[in-house]
């Protein structure tokens, strides 16, 4: 079982990014999959989250400027984030419920986590 996070990097302010979290295996869309973040010295927060039946869920700390979805042919969930300000500045996980299809924002309740991929918003 793996979760590969990736397409962080640095991107200047306004600009935008997808991040890719591939499943290997087992199929994503058995379950619900999270995105979270974690800055330096932060808690980790819930930035997105697409169920296993494809609703998606978005905070509204980030609404409007974050959206998730999913690729079932190739197992693959995305994070597409626009307008990226420096305070989106963080390391980006995605993780998995093995307990359940239903999204959370509360890291706890997420069994499996991937290695993690880093954005930075800066000029």
């Known amino acids: 079982v793996q979760l590969q996070a990736s397409g962080g990097g640095l991107v200047q302010p306004g600009g935008s990014l997808r991040l890719s979290c591939a499943a290997s295996?087992?199929?994503?869309?058995?379950?619900?999959i999270g995105w979270f973040r974690q800055a330096p010295g932060k808690e980790r927060e819930g930035v997105s989250c697409i169920s296993s039946d494809g609703r998606t869920y978005i905070p509204v700390s980030v609404a409007g400027q974050f959206t998730v979805s999913r690729d079932n042919g190739k197992n693959t969930v995305y994070l597409q984030m626009n307008s990226l300000k420096p305070e989106d500045t963080a390391v980006y996980y995605c993780?998995?419920?093995?307990?359940?299809?239903?999204?959370?924002?509360?890291?706890?309740?997420?069994?499996?986590w991937g290695q993690g991929t880093l954005v930075t918003v800066s000029s």
């Open positions: 993780a998995v419920r093995w307990t359940g299809r239903t999204c959370s924002f509360v890291p706890g309740t997420y069994t499996y």
């Open positions: 295996g087992f199929t994503l869309d058995d379950y619900a």
